[in-house]
């Protein structure tokens, strides 16, 4: 079936540090890939996404980059600020299908 | 636009009591999705609704669960004599008709604790 592996959290960075949250997938179809931040109390939120092969998602500095070679759709950012910190999911959905497959979700914490 | 609501945000139920969970989607949006998260868990697809149908309820307990989306008013899903086991939190997710539902908007979801 269908499903998403994330990197283990939590994740702990310094301030201006370098960010990558691995996620890989397998799918029966050809998928769209997305990446969702969930905020502490609150719900998910769309951060990017791609929907075919070699796209590039980016929003806020965040980017990542459909693989279709490899299955993968790893998040990165280039300097991360305290306001990052946060529980990301990577996840899709396959063509004819109306759900979202989630990974498990990591969870990053930013330190000043 | 309001974003999609859901209420209460918060629902305490003992074993055996039942769990009323609503959610009303945006504004113009018809397809109604919801999701459970355990602990420390990702998203776990349950159903997918539009108005007066339910379209793919692969991911529903065969038991004590049911989802509805009537003509008028908000999306219910409900639990009936809930367990220990229920205890998550529930997110209600909404699209437009007539797109692609690749992009579904997000609630805050109800955190629903049983004792």
């Known amino acids: 079936g269908d499903s998403v592996t994330q990197m283990e959290g939590p994740v702990t960075l310094s301030e201006e540090a370098f960010l990558t949250i691995n996620c890989t997938y397998t799918?029966?179809?050809?998928?769209?890939l997305f990446w969702y931040v969930q905020y502490p109390g609150e719900g998910l939120q769309l951060l990017l996404k791609?929907?075919?092969?070699?796209d590039k998602g980016s929003n806020k500095g965040f980017e990542a980059t459909y693989r279709k070679e490899t299955t993968s759709f790893h998040l990165e950012k280039g300097s991360v600020q305290v306001s990052d910190s946060a529980v990301y999911f990577c996840?899709?959905?396959?063509?004819?299908?109306?759900?979202?497959?989630f990974g498990q979700g990591t969870r990053l914490t930013i330190n000043p | 636009n309001a974003g999609v609501m859901q209420n209460p945000r918060h629902l305490v139920r003992r074993r055996g009591q039942e769990a009323r969970l609503r959610c009303s989607p945006m504004?113009?949006?018809?397809?109604v999705y919801w999701y459970r998260q355990l602990p420390e868990e990702g998203l776990k697809f349950m159903v997918y609704l539009q108005k007066e149908n339910i379209i793919d309820e692969s991911g529903m307990p065969k038991e004590r669960f049911s989802a509805e989306f009537p003509k008028e008013g908000p999306s219910i899903l409900r639990i009936q004599q809930v367990v220990r086991g229920d205890s998550a939190a529930y997110f209600c997710a909404s699209s437009p008709p007539h797109v692609s539902p690749d992009t579904q908007y997000f609630g805050p979801g109800t955190r629903l604790t049983v004792l």
């Open positions: 996840a899709l959905s396959v063509q004819g299908a109306q759900k979202l497959v």
């Open positions: 799918a029966t179809g050809y998928p769209s």
């Open positions: 791609a929907t075919k092969a070699d």
């Open positions: 504004k113009g949006h018809s397809h």
